[in-house]
């Protein structure tokens, strides 16, 4: 690569901070890596009350993501069907509530995203492991779906696959990294979307994981 030594804008100054992924979806590129560390803090405490666990679907799979949840509803997946529930259904108590931290992030993205007044119940915390992936699926358990999904990226990178509204639709593959932020909404709220098997690596914040909060407003 080559760099003009008068050019007053940094190396990586071609890398747009906002990255327009489709009609109503952008990455906001580094937008969380800030406040990540308190992120990753929150998430240890959260985790401490309601574990990290691997959900069966409804047709019997345990998902290789592992997964909990804070918020007033917690997103949970078993033998009967996908739902939202107020409890944790491990411990019969409710899930965590929402740090402040997380819900301060989830507001300010999807303001900068075009989605003001963003309103999260609640927030899925998905851990992932070298070799975990997350296959294409729509998030349409939400009541109210006017509402964007906030999804926030940290730790180890991971290819994002950003379909269409039909399952068939080829994905695109995104590089998302430590601190990045989705935000999808409007025509793109139904687009399939998955996580391609993660890569091994050690990143200096989290180790061997990739950890992604995804925020939703269910009703
Ligand atoms: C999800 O679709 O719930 C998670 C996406 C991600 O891990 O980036
Ligand atoms: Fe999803």
């Not at 935000?183 to 950890?211: K, Y």
């Amino acid at each position: 690569m080559t760099f003009d030594l008068f050019d007053p804008l940094p190396p990586d100054a071609d890398v747009p901070a906002s990255e327009p992924l489709g009609p109503g979806a952008v990455v906001l590129r580094a937008f969380a890596r800030e406040v990540a560390p308190s992120l990753l803090a929150a998430v240890g405490e959260v985790s401490a009350s309601s574990p990290f666990r691997h959900l069966v679907t409804p047709g019997g799979l345990r998902m290789s993501v592992a997964m909990t949840n804070c918020g007033e509803r917690g997103w949970v997946s078993d033998r009967t069907g996908y739902r939202y529930d107020a409890l944790d259904p491990e411990s019969g108590r409710p899930w965590p509530v929402m740090p402040t931290s997380f819900l301060d992030l989830a507001v300010r993205a999807a303001d900068a995203a075009g989605y003001p007044a963003f309103a999260p119940d609640a927030c899925l915390i998905n851990r992932y492991l070298p070799g975990t992936r997350l296959s294409l699926h729509q998030d349409r358990d939400e009541l109210d779906l006017r509402a964007p999904i906030v999804s926030v990226s940290l730790g180890l990178p991971a290819v994002f696959l950003w379909g269409g509204l039909r399952r068939a639709d080829r994905p695109a593959r995104v590089r998302l990294a430590h601190g990045d932020v989705v935000v999808w909404g409007g025509p793109s709220r139904l687009v399939f979307h998955g996580i391609a098997p993660l890569a091994a690596g050690d990143h200096p914040l989290t180790g061997r994981e990739r950890i992604n909060l995804t925020f939703r407003k269910t009703r």
